[in-house]
């Protein structure tokens, strides 16, 4: 691992991986054949990048089961214990309607909607994500989304990885599909002959994937465009070398942009932690993959105190961050930017990818400055409620027509003019003063 000053971030800009013209219209032809051949253009496409030639793409019953077969009873269980604490997790982020009555007659409010459907990417290739299945379709069937449609890239066999599938049922996901890369995307953006469009993708994905996903927002909507993993580790004397080591390397492993930084204020443990990564990187089985974030983003970083790691700390905006030093909760209110905190020595990132509960598709690439992890208000829509009584609109008419003239728009003033004209009771919905109100607030049923 390379040390690094405080002030030296610069490998922040090279790790940041550049979508080439190549990539970018390669994704827009992929789209184009999508939209142009439906479902005979998917199954070209995954021939061509998958080498596997499909006869149909949505996942039956029997897959499922045969999926069941081939998946170890404890892995299932360790599927269904993870799913409870995500659901119980998610559960308190319920976000409800309100509407509030003023003494003269006006309503105000907010009244939300779940999406009618998402689609959820979870990637394949040289690993599966069970864990990205319960991280995305979680969430929305807390949020009372009714359709989810989960894509998944075949494996050699044409199957979608059977923890995966059994991830899915487990949660009542019912509308699985073999298909992966730029070409899933479009299938959920646009629609084939048996893939029904979704109002919104979620879920990490390849750089094909991402672009993709930029491609076709503004069709439907996306959750982010996400990058490699990272982590970022704030340390100090107390915390255990080969447990620091350990979980940068938990990231490392993901993918050669992964970053692993730890900030510290001791230099011995740095050296340490340094000895340990090489160490464990060398038994690791995707020890390739380590070896090259390692070598290309795994840097070190020594601070004098630990007030000024956090500065470092609120600079990178990590996608996840662990405080392992003395008292680290109570560093907790000085930190600005990071999507997911895991506080002391037993909370090591591998928990929150899995079990704890809180989401693990988390903003990446500093996004953290503004962004948040999946969550049930990704799924929910809200719309504004106004309902004016009489007497309000008599008050606010004037500052209404002078606003709407200021800005130029008098077809704005005469809507308000002609109900001045007219006489507000001609013809107004006597009704104004009913509502199922209770104490001035209101409920939806």
Request: proline share 5%; glycine share 8%; with cysteine.
């Amino acid at each position: 691992m390379e040390w690094r000053s405080s002030q030296d971030l610069d490998f922040l800009n090279d790790r940041n991986t550049a979508a080439t013209k190549e990539a970018e219209a390669s994704v827009k032809r992929i789209l184009q054949l999508v939209q142009e051949k439906g479902e005979e253009g998917i199954l070209e496409l995954t021939e061509q990048f998958d080498k596997v030639r499909l006869t149909r793409l949505r996942v039956t019953d029997t897959d499922i089961q045969e999926a069941y077969k081939r998946v170890d009873d404890v892995v299932i269980e360790a599927i269904r214990k993870a799913a409870k604490n995500i659901e119980s997790f998610h559960d308190k982020q319920k976000v409800t309607s309100w509407f509030e009555e003023a003494p003269d007659g006006t309503m105000l409010g907010q009244k939300v909607t779940p999406l009618d459907s998402i689609g959820l990417y979870v990637p394949g290739g040289s690993a599966a994500y069970p864990s990205s299945v319960l991280m995305g379709a979680i969430p929305a069937k807390v949020a009372g989304v009714k359709r989810i449609v989960l894509v998944s890239p075949p494996q050699a066999d044409g199957k979608i990885n059977p923890g995966v599938l059994v991830a899915a049922n487990e949660v009542g996901v019912t509308e699985c599909y073999s298909v992966g890369g730029a070409q899933a995307i479009g299938a959920l953006a646009y629609g084939t002959e048996t893939i029904q469009p979704v109002d919104k993708i979620v879920g990490p994905g390849n750089l094909y994937v991402t672009l993709a996903k930029k491609e076709v927002f503004g069709s439907v909507a996306i959750d982010s465009l996400a990058g490699p993993s990272e982590i970022v580790i704030l340390a100090d004397r107390t915390a255990n070398p080969a447990w620091i080591a350990s979980d940068l390397l938990s990231q490392a492993e993901h993918d050669p942009h992964a970053m692993a930084v730890l900030i510290t204020n001791d230099r011995e443990l740095g050296e340490k932690v340094d000895a340990e990564v090489q160490k464990q990187c060398a038994a690791l089985p995707r020890k390739s993959i380590a070896g090259q974030s390692i070598s290309s983003y795994g840097k070190l970083f020594l601070v004098d105190t630990i007030e000024a790691g956090i500065e470092v700390v609120n600079r990178l905006a990590p996608e996840h961050l662990e405080v392992v030093t003395e008292n680290p909760e109570s560093w907790l209110p000085h930190i600005r930017h990071a999507g997911a905190i895991f506080l002391g020595a037993y909370s090591s990132e591998p928990v929150g990818d899995y079990l704890a509960g809180p989401n693990h598709i988390i903003p990446t690439n500093g996004t953290a400055r503004f962004g948040s992890p999946l969550n049930v208000e990704s799924f929910i829509k809200r719309s504004s409620i106004i309902r004016y009584s009489e007497k309000a609109f008599k008050r606010d008419a004037e500052a209404i027509m002078t606003l709407a003239r200021y800005e130029g728009l008098e077809g704005h003033a005469q809507a308000i003019e002609q109900r001045l004209q007219g006489g507000l009771s001609n013809g107004a919905n006597r009704n104004d003063q009913k509502n199922n109100s209770r104490d001035g607030h209101y409920t939806m049923h």
